[in-house]
Each structure stands twice: as structure tokens, then as C-alpha cells.
């Protein structure tokens, strides 16, 4: 992403080697990827700017960038996360403190509201609630999207990315505090316990972007600083 010419890379898991790369504007820093259900699409916040990178996995061909806000420069796309029906993408601007939803295929404005602090998602298959990450409010937060309003359910210390299991009962949280930790939500009551990652490296240590299985039983995380950075694997249901 620090490239002067910034792009997304596309890997051939198999052998590592790079086998292509999508250019974005200059000035923009590709930032989190997130896929379609499907994988027909991948959505890239584009941080530092309000826009945002759409890829038609099909073509390696990047759909727009589009304009979250063409009246002015000062958003800051961080999340780019799809409907299940792939038809709406829900994006946070961490400088304007929004949620946003976008038709991806064009860039369709359908509606913003205000979230302080707005972060990261997740959202739900039946496309009702999207879970928020208010890292700076140190909040998790429900959005009903359909009336598109919000309340806070849980005290996280700056709360990151997320990922929910397949039956949704079980969200991940990764944590930007000391030392290195994952908040495990059930939410169904909102109740989680935290996990500690880092062990006898646990010295400034901070969680990193975790992916949770499907089936909801693992989890694999990374963190950063301490004196021995890594993945941390954490079984789930023990």
C-alpha cells in the first residue's frame, strides 16, 4: 500500500508469487479486502480517501473507484463489507464517523448514517443487523439496518476487525490495546471472554486481523510487537 504506484496484489496461494496487480489512485492506501458471498466481488477501502475499490473477481478489473461522498475530500473509507445478496456495500469512514451503503456495481448512494467512531463490520446473512466496531468510543455496536439506528452492547478495548462464524452465534473481535488479546462474543447475550494471545511474549504485544472458520471452531489471529510476533490458532467450544 506504500507503493507510488498503490495497488492490490493478486497471490497464487500455491506458490506465493504475485501473479497480477490491480492499480488504484495515487495517494490512496488499499486497505482491508473483503469478498462477496461468492467470491464474484472484492471490496478494498481505499484509506486515506472517500473512495472506495470494487474488483470484478471474473476480470481482475477494478469497478470504479467510487465517490462516497463526491461534496467533499474528508472521508476516510476503512471497511468495505457485502450483503449476503452481494447487492449493497456497507462502508465505515472513520474520519467523517459514518456507515455508508453503496450499490457496488456503480456506486449508487443508498443512504448514510452517523456512527462515532465507526470502524469495522460484520454483517448478518439475513441483511437486518450489522455489527460495528467503534474503536475509538471503545464500543460494539448493533446497527438495525432497516430503521438504521445503533446501540452499544459491549466495552471493548479498542475494538478492530471482526468476523462472525457461520451460524452467526459467534463473533470474533480483534483488540488494538496491551497486550495482545481476541474478545469472543456470544451474540446472543452479548457476553464474551477475552483471549489472550501473545503468551510470554505478551509485552507490547497488540492483536493484528484474525479469520474465524465457518463451522465457528477456529480461529487464527496474528499479532504484532512483544518479542516474538506470530498467529495465534484458538479453538473455540473447548
Known sequence: EFATAPAVAIVD???????????????SRPHHVHASNGGNLIGVGLFGTDLVGVIDTHTNQLLGPWDTNPQTPNGRIHAAVFSHDGRTLYLTSDATNEVIAIDPYDGELFWRMTVAGAHELAVTHNGKIAYVTRRTANRLAVIDLEDRTFEDVATLGLPDTMQLSADEALLTVGLRTTPAQLAVVDTRTFNFDLVDLAGAAAAN???GHQWTSPNGRYTFVSWEGGTNPGI???????
Open 13 to 27: 496461494p500455491e506458490t506465493g508469487q504475485i501473479v497480477g496487480r490491480i492499480f488504484v489512485p495515487a495517494g
Open 205 to 207: 504485544s497488540l492483536a
Open 232 to 238: 495465534a490458532v484458538v479453538r473455540h467450544g473447548v
